[in-house]
Structure formats: C-alpha cells, structure tokens
C-alpha cells in the first residue's frame, strides 16, 4: 500500500464549537499553536512525510484565515502542477447546510472531487488532535491485518467532542463493540477521528447514508457497520492531546515546555512544516527576565516572562509580568501590567498598568484585536 495511492482529507471546520472562543474568526484548523504552527500544520506534516500526494481541505466557513495560511501548498511540497493540495469550500446554500448537518454532508458535496481523484484509499482526519504520527505504519498495519477500516484509537480521559466512539471490546486487532461516548471525563479507550479505508467504500457508505437523510459519520459508518465490516483499532502510544475546550487548548500548549513531550512531536525524522515568516530573532532587553517560556522570532522582551508560550512579533515592554500565558501574534503588553493565565489572541493590545487574571482550570480568554 503505497502513500502516494492514498488519498488525504481533512476536515477544516467539523468540530469549531468545541473551541468556540478562537474559532469566531478562523477555523479549527487555523487555530495556533505551540508558539509558531496552526493546528493543520500537524496533520499535513503527517501526511507528506509518509509520502502522500493529493490531500483536501474540506471547509465550510470563516476558512480566510486558513486560505492565507497553507496557500497553495508550498511549504509541505504541496503546490504541484498534478495532484498536491485542494481548498473544497462550500459552493451554495445548500452544500453549507449540508456541512452543517455533519460529515455525511461534507463529504457528499465533495463527492465528484472523490470520483475523479485515482487515488485507492483515502485517509480522513480532522485538526482536533495535536501529533507526529508515522501514517505508513498506519498504512502498513491497513493492509496487513486486511482490514476494511482502521481507525486510531487510544486510551485516555474521554474527549468532551460531538459523536466520540468508545472501544468496549475487541477480538485481537478487530473492534467487536463501539459505543457513543458521553461527557463523565472516565477514562477508556476511545476513537479519534482519523480513519483508513478504499475510496469505493467510502464512496459507497456516504451516498446509502445521504439517501437515507442520515448526517452523523460515526454512526452511519462505524457504529452502524462493526459487526459488518471489519474494523480494526490501531493504537497511538506517543504523544497525542485532543483539544475539546478552552481549557484542553490551554494545557496541550503547556505540555510542550515538557521536553520529552516536545520532542515526541516535533521528531526531527519527521519534521513538523509551517508557513515561515521572515523575521529577526528575539530581541531580549537588558532587564528582561524570561523562564520556562517558547518564544517565537520577532518578538522583543524587555518584561519578564515565565512559564509562557509567545507567538512571533509580541512586544512586553519593561516592567510588565507575563506569567502561564500564551500570547498568539502581535499581541502588546505595556508597561507595569500584568498578565497571568490569560490567553490573548492576534493583536491584542494590554494597556500599561492593567492586571488580568485567570486560574489554570479557567484562563482568561481576550479575543482578537482587543485593546485593554
């Protein structure tokens, strides 16, 4: 099973809702993360480091900020004359209601880009998982194990996401029983949303379900088929946080000032691509103190800094105290004030002498281009 016969798609905006406070302006996949990558950057690294070709981003709103993002491709060698990356937006009203309903819907306004693609598997995923995964293996397990669908799976505090499935039971690698995960935070073995299979089979299940007016792919597809079809688990053991809330974005950001955590994702076998700004390297006042902190290029620090994630060009002027915070993009912090667990998006703008404060469990969230 070759990388290059696989087909991605990737589903820009299914589970915005869960991270509604960033996902006003820009898509789930857009949303930043770790001091200098969005979170598509994870999953089309994925893709192109296992040798894949053509991937899709199936969109459905507020997909500018994406658009402006992976462009035409380029940084994941992408921009190819045949094949390479295609942005699938919504084309009419009803293809967006069609999003709406769920991904039954998307992938059947997409069904045509489906037909005419050569491709014999396609690999779907969305962005709601942070990871550097090796997709060949995943390939290699595909085939050998002759599996009609493989879907990853691991274990963990259950994700508080629309339509999780839970592994009751298996017999070996094939799951036997699924069931529809609820919000009780228990831990188990649950589904993420990135599954294998031949394209002729999605193809087939998508359009029974669309005629049957049914939206929800987890039941349609998996739920609806395990005792069918053979569906098997393959289990991720590195480092993979899914982000389901506020919260969740907050700490799968701070996992990464844990080094072993850091270097799970960013493996130097398997480069994690971007976007690249041509900027200057952090400028670090003479009374700056920074610890425990990712900071991006261009920004300029003469405040101190600890335990904090600052995006590129950030500015903390002298005297200002940045503390368990992140900071995305142009973001100004003046001097004297103070920030602590607070999350502020692009462009924001924190007046001299303001003091803001959240908890850990609850971080202060100042959406994008505010000025406090």
Known sequence: ?????????????????????????????????????????????????????????????????????????????????????????????????????????????????LERSTEEYVLLTDCTYVANLDFNDIFKYHQETEADITILCQKGKLPVLDSVLVVDKRDDERITKLHMGDTSGKKAEYCLKCAVMKKSLLERLVNDAFAKGHSSFEKEVFLKNVSKLKINGYKVDTFCPVIDSLESYYEANFSLLDVNNYKQLFNTERPVYTKVYEDMPVVYGLESCVKASLVADGSVIDGTVENCIIFRDCHIEKGAVVKNSILMPHSFVGENAKLNYCITDKGVSVRSGKNLSGADSFPVYIGKNIHI
């Open 1 to 113: 099973m070759r990388a290059n016969n696989v087909l991605g798609l990737v589903f820009a905006n299914v589970d915005d809702s869960v991270l509604s406070e960033v996902t006003g302006v820009r898509s789930m996949a857009s949303v930043p993360f770790g001091g200098g990558y969005r979170l598509i950057d994870f999953v089309l690294s994925n893709m192109v480091n296992a040798g894949m070709t053509k991937v899709g981003v199936i969109t459905n709103n507020n997909y500018q900020s994406l658009m402006d993002h992976i462009g035409g491709g380029k940084p994941w060698d992408l921009a190819r004359k045949n094949e390479g990356l295609y942005l699938l937006p919504p084309f009419n009203a009803q293809a967006i209601d069609n999003y709406n309903a769920g991904r039954i819907g998307a992938l059947k306004n997409i069904m045509r880009f």
